[in-house]
Antibody, heavy 121, light 102 residues
Framework: EVKLVESGGGLVQPGGSLRLSCIVSGLNFNTYGMSWVRQAPGKGLEWISG????????FYAASVKGRFIISRDNSRNTLFLQMNSLRGDDTAIYYC??????????????WGQGALVIVSS | EFVLTQSPATLSLSPGETATLSCRASQSVGTQLAWYQQKPGQAPRLLIYDASNRATGIPARFSGSGSGTDFTLTVSSLEPEDVAVYYCLAVSFGGGTKVEMK
């Protein structure tokens, strides 16, 4: 069974930092691209960052570019999202999602349950 | 800028009816389009990939069609459990269509 489990969410002040983790089990993690998708309260889905299987292909949405960094540790089957200079409009549920292939330009076939990030003073 | 436009924003139907959801791309994506269902409080679930292929475990009531810039998700014989927001994805997500039950 494929499982994706996010952790690291919480309440952070504007300007602060947070690091999300996503542990993946039930598949060969190092052969798939992985991404982060977020959903602000009452809003739609936004693909914010993706990373290919080997780590040489990346994507960042304009809304997070220069502030967020995606990375992965294939030896620990874990995806990370380092979030810096957080703002109120970063408040959202952050989902970890597995790509259907090795790159990041396919579709997302498995999702975690999400980690809630609240940016507020 | 690439944009996916979904219509209608909301669809209100009775059980047993057929829901027809539209997704239009600002430029051709071939058949590289997926559809997702998201129920309240849950993560999205893959329904359709490559425009017309049902994902594992998805009932035959769900079908996808289209290519290029115009795509359709059809949900036949609507059931109360189909109440959800449906999103299309091709690089970016569409804004979603909310399916309600009368």
């Amino acid at each position: 069974e494929v499982k994706l489990v996010e952790s690291g969410g919480g309440l952070v002040q504007p300007g602060g930092s947070l690091r999300l983790s996503c542990i993946v089990s039930g598949l060969n993690f190092n052969t798939y691209g992985m991404s982060w998708v977020r959903q602000a309260p009452g809003k739609g889905l936004e693909w914010i960052s993706g990373l290919s299987d080997s780590g040489d292909g990346t994507f960042y949405a304009a809304s997070v570019k220069g502030r967020f960094i995606i990375s992965r540790d294939n030896s620990r089957n874990t995806l990370f999202l380092q979030m810096n200079s957080l703002r109120g409009d970063d408040t959202a549920i952050y989902y970890c999602a597995k790509d259907s292939g090795s790159d990041i330009w396919g579709y997302f076939d498995f999702w975690g349950q999400g980690a809630l990030v609240i940016v507020s003073s | 800028e690439f944009v996916l436009t979904q219509s209608p924003a909301t669809l209100s139907l009775s059980p047993g009816e057929t829901a027809t959801l539209s997704c239009r791309a600002s430029q051709s994506v071939g058949t590289q389009l997926a559809w997702y269902q998201q129920k309240p409080g849950q993560a999205p679930r893959l329904l359709i990939y490559d425009a017309s292929n049902r994902a594992t475990g998805i009932p035959a009531r769900f079908s996808g069609s289209g290519s290029g810039t115009d795509f359709t998700l059809t949900v036949s014989s609507l059931e109360p459990e189909d109440v959800a927001v449906y999103y299309c994805l091709a690089v970016s997500f569409g804004g979603g269509t909310k399916v309600e039950m009368k």
